[in-house]
């Protein structure tokens, strides 16, 4: 069964930094788009971020340029997500996604169950 799980997040003080996973099984991320979606309370869910099947190209959203750099590990199938210089409004439930292609234009198949990261002093 294919699925998408998350985890690394938690509670950090603004200013830190988290790495978050996005594990694959029963299906090999090689030929899959792979696409970070925070949902923060009362916002809609967003894309801002994501790295390409096939040569890895990554894209950001211009809010997190600079702070959120997104990369792969096809060995270990997992995705990493790697943030920093963390803010109260980067409080959201992060979820990744896999589209299949190189295009990371969605729609997205597979979707993981989330992880929460909470920025708080």
């Known amino acids: 069964q294919a699925q998408l799980v998350e985890s690394g997040g938690g509670l950090v003080q603004p200013g830190g930094s988290l790495r978050l996973s996005c594990a694959a099984s029963?299906?090999?991320?090689?030929?899959?788009?792979i696409g970070w979606f925070p949902h923060a309370p009362g916002k809609e869910r967003e894309g801002v971020s994501c790295?390409?099947?096939?040569?890895?190209?990554?894209y950001y959203a211009d809010s997190v340029k600079g702070r959120f750099t997104i990369s792969r590990d096809n060995a270990k199938n997992t995705v990493y997500r790697q943030i920093s210089s963390l803010k109260p409004e980067d409080t959201a439930v992060y979820y990744c996604?896999?589209?299949?292609?190189?295009?990371?234009?969605?729609?997205?198949?597979?979707w993981g169950q989330g992880t929460q990261v909470t920025v708080s002093s």
């Open positions: 996604a896999a589209e299949r292609g190189d295009y990371c234009s969605g729609p997205y198949e597979y």
């Open positions: 029963g299906f090999s991320l090689d030929y899959y788009s």
């Open positions: 790295i390409s099947g096939g040569y890895g190209v990554t």
